[in-house]
């Protein structure tokens, strides 16, 4: 005999109960150390597009140097000599290629509009695997999406270097604020500082601009799937996450002292920008110098870590927002393809751990 669910609520209740069970990504607990080889299928058809929308400066744009092989502290040394992220590599030694999950990296272009956010670089647009040059924390991220979701993922970074969260990238809605005898820009305005009653010095920029092109660039993206994602067919798509990490332009005691406030109204602001207000937000903390972080640099990473939803300051925040603390992944010269500190020495190390972090910290929150 067969019945109606419908008809049934409790048997409806229960249906939509297991369908979700389904659905949900495994816990944290369930990720290995170690992933497996992806096994080169396409994801499931048929299943809206998973996006994570990844945002920052330098720190996220990624500068993991890949190799050379003898290099300590590239990919290839990582992977190929001290046999570290095997799944990145086949039995023949080529890089693996993961077909469930698109890597997409959007930038500003060259000479463009100041406001005209249409038109951009796109610097990557392949499936998920190891290119020429660099690496960022969207590898390793983009490989642990792919492991706990068996619907497709779009991984979706929008960012350009040199940029802070308390000018280039300020959110919409941000007010001017006083320190130390100046005022400070908020949204909208093309001065960065100003003593009230001088002249003010604008430039051809204005605070929050970098907040408008990427988040423009990446709209424009969710516009135009079919270029982005081969194969979408139309399923429709959910910006399951945000992915933060910045901040190296913010170390000074100005924007170090504001960046707390900046960053909670951040990520307030992206998810009503993005209509997506259940997206999990996980970011990382500066870390440069690791334990040695001192200064200007120290506040804002106790001001990323503050927003943390188990930091119990902010509730609303409590199972969806995570911060993990980067400064353990800090590699020395020593040990590095170079002593470029501020992009963290070139250690492809450094940006692995990193988007392993991040990653574990996003399959963490979507499983609850």
Not at 165 to 192: C, V
Not at 224 to 235: A, I, R, T, V
Request: aromatic share 10%; hydrophobic share 35%; glycine share 12%.
């Amino acid at each position: 005999m067969s019945i109606d669910r419908n008809a049934h609520p409790l048997l409806a209740s229960l249906s939509v109960l297991a369908a979700l069970v389904v659905a949900m990504p495994p816990s944290v607990a369930d990720l290995p150390d170690q992933l497996p080889d992806p096994d080169g299928r396409p994801a499931a058809e048929g299943k809206p597009l998973q996006v994570f929308i990844l945002l920052g400066q330098s720190n996220m744009l990624g500068f993991g140097r890949i190799d050379p092989v003898d290099q300590k502290g590239t990919l290839s040394h990582l992977v190929k000599t001290e046999r570290r992220y095997p799944h990145l590599v086949d039995d023949e030694g080529n890089w693996t290629v993961r077909k469930d999950v698109r890597n997409v990296h959007v930038m500003d272009g060259r000479g463009g509009s100041l406001t005209d956010f249409t038109k951009f670089r796109d610097m990557k647009n392949e499936w998920l695997t190891v290119t020429k040059g660099h690496i960022g924390p969207d590898l390793q991220f983009g490989h642990i999406m792919g492991h706990v979701h068996e619907a497709p993922v779009l991984v979706l970074k929008a960012c350009i270097g040199n940029r802070s969260l308390g000018w280039d990238l300020l959110p919409p809605g941000s007010e001017r604020f006083e320190f130390e005898g100046k005022t400070y820009a908020g949204y909208g305005d093309k001065a960065s500082s100003w003593v009230e009653g001088e002249p003010k010095k604008e430039v051809n920029w204005y605070a929050g601009r970098q907040y408008d092109a990427d988040t423009g660039h990446a709209k424009e993206v969710l516009k135009n799937l079919e270029k982005y994602y081969p194969g979408y067919g139309g399923q429709g798509y959910e910006v399951a996450g945000f992915v933060w990490w910045q901040g190296h332009k913010d170390q000074n005691p100005a924007h170090a002292g504001r960046y707390e406030q900046n960053l909670v109204h951040l990520i307030k602001t992206l998810r009503k920008d993005f209509d997506a207000p259940g997206a999990k937000f996980v970011l990382a903390t500066i870390a440069f110098g690791g334990d040695k972080l001192s200064g200007p640099g120290l506040t804002v990473a106790e001001a990323q870590l503050a927003v943390d939803g188990d930091s119990g300051k902010y509730p609303e925040f409590k199972g969806n927002v995570k911060c993990v603390d980067a400064r353990p992944f800090w590699r020395e010269r020593e040990v590095s393809p170079s002593g470029a500190g501020y992009h963290y020495n070139h250690n492809a190390e450094t940006y692995m751990e990193v988007g392993d972090a991040l990653g574990r910290a996003i399959a963490e929150l979507l499983a609850k």
